[in-house]
């Protein structure tokens, strides 16, 4: 059973930045689509990045296109999120989530089938 766990939320100020990462154990041989996504309070899960199993291709949010960036070190079974530019709306939980298939070229929570237990961002002066 593949299990996926968050860390590097904080706090952090406007204009700043923040590093995620999501750590994966009980991996098996097949291929998995990492994604991120975020919930702020009141508001429905939303898509933010996600990332092809060798990290070749890449999908963003249009909000967030420019400002964060995904990426993956299999080696040590880690997907990044680094966030930039970070401002208010961005406060929420972060998820990230995996699903198996090569690229999976979607951002919908829907298709995603292992998730973790989210780390929080909170962005405020």
């Known amino acids: 059973q593949l299990q996926l766990m968050e860390s590097g939320g904080g706090l952090v100020q406007p204009g700043g930045s923040l590093r995620l990462s999501c750590t994966a154990s009980g991996f098996d041989a097949d291929p998995y689509t990492i994604g991120w996504f975020r919930q702020a309070p009141g508001k429905e899960r939303e898509g933010v990045s996600c990332?092809?199993?060798?990290?070749?291709?890449?999908k963003y949010a249009a909000s967030e296109k420019g400002r964060f960036f995904i990426s993956r070190d299999n080696a040590k079974k880690t997907v990044y999120l680094q966030m930039n530019n970070l401002n208010p709306e961005d406060t929420a939980v972060y998820y990230c989530?995996?699903?198996?298939?090569?690229?999976?070229?979607?951002?919908?929570?829907?298709?995603?089938?292992?998730w973790g237990q989210g780390t929080q961002v909170t962005v405020s002066s």
């Open positions: 989530a995996a699903v198996r298939a090569f690229y999976y070229d979607s951002l919908s929570p829907a298709v995603y089938d292992y």
């Open positions: 990332i092809s199993s060798n990290g070749g291709a890449t």
